[in-house]
């Protein structure tokens, strides 16, 4: 029989604190913590079976900008605004999750449907943050060989909840799957949330009621079932 490989050892660096740390602020359950960003349970798997957190996880702490890379380098400590540090691992678990290609550069205003504000001035670094994710499906017909541009197919991540200064997500149009959790819908500052003509089904979740300046929602063409909540009436 051919023994269980065993799991490299692994000293936990501030970006894996940190990321677990904002998980726990907002009161998410430790079980998927610790399977989605346990090393002992992430890092003997293949790379394709290992989760999206984790991948993300993986993909930042190489990063110089992040974490001192230098030889002896403990990386205790965060090199970038924290406010940063969450919104690129919530864009990167995004992708990874949804089955978007590579994400190229270290930009995270520049990776695709992104908008931030923010840039300029002396505290640019602390008030660069998203305010618009759009990344919108295709609503071209199917090709003659019956296959389609692409679309964002997978279970919503809740890691989007991080993206705390959002005003604008509209996903509408792709193949997005799974239900809708409530623990996401933390944003204070959405204006207009656009998830129509996806495959998203069971309920829809009462906590979207309690976006307090939200203007616009598209709910229309997914698979939900029951009725819509009072909160939303």
């Known amino acids: 029989t051919t023994a269980a490989p065993t799991p490299p050892t692994y000293i936990e660096d501030a970006l894996h604190k940190f990321i677990m740390q904002s998980y726990e602020s907002v009161g998410y359950p430790s079980d998927g ?126 890691e989007l909840m991080f993206l705390e200064d959002l005003k604008t997500l509209d996903l509408s149009h792709n193949r997005i799957t799974g239900r809708l959790d409530g623990i996401m819908f933390r944003w204070k500052h959405m204006k207009q949330l656009e998830l129509n003509d996806n495959l998203i089904e069971g309920d829809i979740p009462s906590e979207l009621g309690g976006l307090p300046v939200l203007q616009k929602l598209t709910l229309h063409h997914n698979e939900f079932l029951g009725s819509v909540p009072e909160e939303l009436c």
């Not at 290992?50 to 890379?69: F, H």
């Not at 691992?89 to 504000?117: D, N, T």
């Open 33 to 158: 913590l610790r399977n989605n960003l346990d090393p002992s349970v992430q890092s003997v798997k293949p790379r394709t079976e290992q989760s999206p957190q984790w991948r993300a996880y993986q993909k930042m702490a190489e990063r110089d900008d992040i974490l001192d890379q230098s030889e002896g380098s403990m990386k205790d400590a965060l090199l970038m605004d924290e406010g940063r540090v969450i919104q690129i691992y919530a864009l990167m678990v995004f992708y990874k999750s949804l089955g978007w290609g590579h994400i190229s550069g270290k930009e995270e205003c520049q990776y695709p449907g992104v908008a931030c504000r923010g840039g300029l001035g002396p505290d640019a670094e602390e008030d660069l943050r998203v305010v618009s994710l759009e990344v919108r499906g295709t609503t071209d017909p199917p090709r003659e060989d019956g296959t389609l541009d692409h679309r964002l197919k997978g279970d919503l991540p809740i």
